[in-house]
């Protein structure tokens, strides 16, 4: 059985921090934390996600050093800051940035989880967080455990009442782009949860890649976008009650006379599809 990562302790006066999956409690835990990025120490000031103990979101304080390389760097010109940037991106980092650290007994998803992210480092920031680094993270217990460093979205998630009269259409469209972003640059989400997508701006961007797969070179795109586009868009609108009654055939991808169907063998391959998501019978996409 997996186990939730041990309570995150503020290393300058040892407190513990609720960080109980369990706990209803509202209030935000925050406590100083320092860390090496690469050849910078960082300190910065933490807040645990209550819905995700491993997930802490660090605000950067700024130091002197920092200050004075980004006020040089802005005299550069373009092409030689981007040169910097990618050669030491721990002294040009946001404020905020999301440190996901390694759960316990989940070595091989973080493992995954970084070779996903170099599959994806062109889309950083843009369709996907952006990867910084790795850290170990600081004051837990005994065992140094790994944490990612990476940029922090922000947005809005798709549960949210707030975005949950958007135009379906348009919805569909942020998602398809998103979803083919991805699988051109090789990878299969496969933990397509309506959390793990965010609208930010005019688009929607993707995040926790942990059990996420490479893509297989002989599957179709086409449909496998259509797979994941489908069954988000059928949680979005069951979450926001979009249609009481049941929805319309037609509106999901999958329903419409252009949807590729598979060949039918691709349907007995097991619990998982063709990219590792969750076959048609079980996400909710009907078969042919």
Not at 52 to 65: A, C, D, G, K, W
Not at 138 to 162: C, F, H, Q, Y
Not at 179 to 184: G, K, L, P, V
Request: with cysteine.
């Amino acid at each position: 059985m997996r186990r939730e990562p041990l309570p995150f302790l503020n290393p300058e006066s040892d407190r513990k921090v609720d960080t109980s999956a369990g706990s209803n409690s509202d209030a935000e835990s925050e406590a100083n934390i320092t860390f090496w990025l690469g050849t910078r120490r960082v300190t910065a000031r933490g807040e645990v996600c209550g819905h995700h103990p491993n997930v802490i979101f660090p605000r950067v304080l700024p130091s002197l050093p920092s200050l004075l390389l980004f006020r040089l760097s802005c005299l550069l010109p373009t092409a030689w800051r981007e040169r910097l940037e990618a050669r030491w991106p721990e002294w040009f980092l946001p404020d905020d940035l999301v440190m996901k650290r390694e759960k316990p007994n989940w070595q091989e998803e973080f493992d995954n989880e970084v070779d996903i992210y170099k599959l994806l480092a062109p889309l950083g920031g843009h369709v996907v967080p952006k990867l910084y680094g790795q850290t170990k993270y600081p004051g837990t217990d005994k065992i140094k455990r790994r944490a990612l460093i990476m940029s922090n979205i922000g947005g809005v998630w798709l549960g949210e009442p707030e975005v949950g009269s958007l135009p379906l259409d348009h919805v569909e469209e942020m998602l398809n782009s998103a979803f083919r972003s991805i699988a051109d640059a090789g990878v299969a989400h496969c933990d397509t949860k309506l959390d793990n997508m965010h609208i930010v701006g005019d688009k929607i961007m993707i995040f926790d890649f942990d059990t996420s797969e490479k893509a297989e070179d002989n599957v179709s795109l086409e449909r496998e976008v259509g797979y994941s586009v489908s069954w988000v868009l059928r949680q979005y609108i069951n979450r926001h009650d979009r249609f009481p009654k049941g929805i319309p055939w037609g509106v999901l991808p999958c329903d419409r006379p252009s949807w590729p169907r598979p060949p039918k063998q691709e349907y007995q391959r097991g619990p998982f599809g063709p990219l590792g998501c969750l076959e048609p019978r079980d996400n909710g996409v009907p078969q042919p």
